[in-house]
Nanobody, 112 residues
């Protein structure tokens, strides 16, 4: 059974940084596109960033220049480096594998 496990969330002050990690127990991880989504209270889940098997990336306009998605195929892991965090980045962040499999989410709270 495939497991998708996120980690790295927490409480951070505005302007701070966090790095999220997502480990996926899939065969041939390198073949899959990976993505991070987030869902704030009372809002729909939205795409934050995605990275293809070839390493191409795409970001939501709201995080461009602040967030960076990357992958380490040897570790079956995708990362989301989040800098210059804002209060509006507060949400549960979910990892998605190949537009099919989801993790349980990790809470990110940006507050002073």
């Amino acid at each position: 059974q495939v497991q998708v496990v996120e980690s790295g969330g927490g409480l951070v002050q505005p302007g701070g940084s966090l790095r999220l990690s997502c480990a996926a127990s899939v065969l041939v991880f390198s073949r899959y596109s990976m993505a991070w989504y987030r869902q704030a209270p009372g809002k729909q889940r939205e795409l934050v960033a995605q990275i293809t098997s070839g390493g191409s990336t795409n970001y939501a306009d709201s995080v461009k220049g602040r967030f960076t998605i990357s992958r380490d195929n040897a570790k079956n892991t995708v990362y989301l480096q989040m800098n210059s965090l804002k209060r509006e980045d507060t949400a549960v962040y979910f990892c998605n594998v190949a537009a099919m499999m989801w993790g349980q989410g990790t809470q990110v709270t940006v507050s002073s």
